[in-house]
């Protein structure tokens, strides 16, 4: 049996940061909540210079791709029902 590896790179538009220290706020709850509720790996991996926009890296592995996809289906709509409008767009990769 083989580990099955699933990967997120999913976008956000912050719009209430209105400072770098404001958005890493934002950002570290949801990375904390992201990694308590779903047990993935989770680091802020783009825009880090942009106030309002980042982007966010999602690893999980498993035995099954079926399992490994919708936890990161699970991901991105827990992030899209805690902070509404947050996600402009994400991208999977299964390997």
């Known amino acids: 049996m083989s580990a099955i590896i699933g990967l997120a790179e999913i976008h956000l538009r912050i719009p209430e940061a209105h400072s770098l220290k404001e958005k890493r706020g ?3 709850r949801i990375i904390e909540r992201l990694k308590n509720k779903f047990n993935v ?3 802020e ?3 880090q210079d942009k106030w309002q926009s ?3 890296g ?3 592995i498993g035995t ?3 399992v490994v996809d919708a936890t990161l289906e699970k991901v991105v709509l827990f992030i899209e ?4 409008g947050k996600v402009v767009t994400y991208y999977k990769e299964i390997i």
């Open 26 to 28: 934002v950002v570290k």
């Open 41 to 43: 790996s989770v680091s």
């Open 58 to 60: 999602v690893v999980t």
């Open 81 to 84: 029902e805690l902070y509404p």
């Open 64 to 66: 099954s791709q079926k």
């Open 45 to 47: 991996i783009g825009d």
């Open 54 to 56: 980042a982007v966010v």
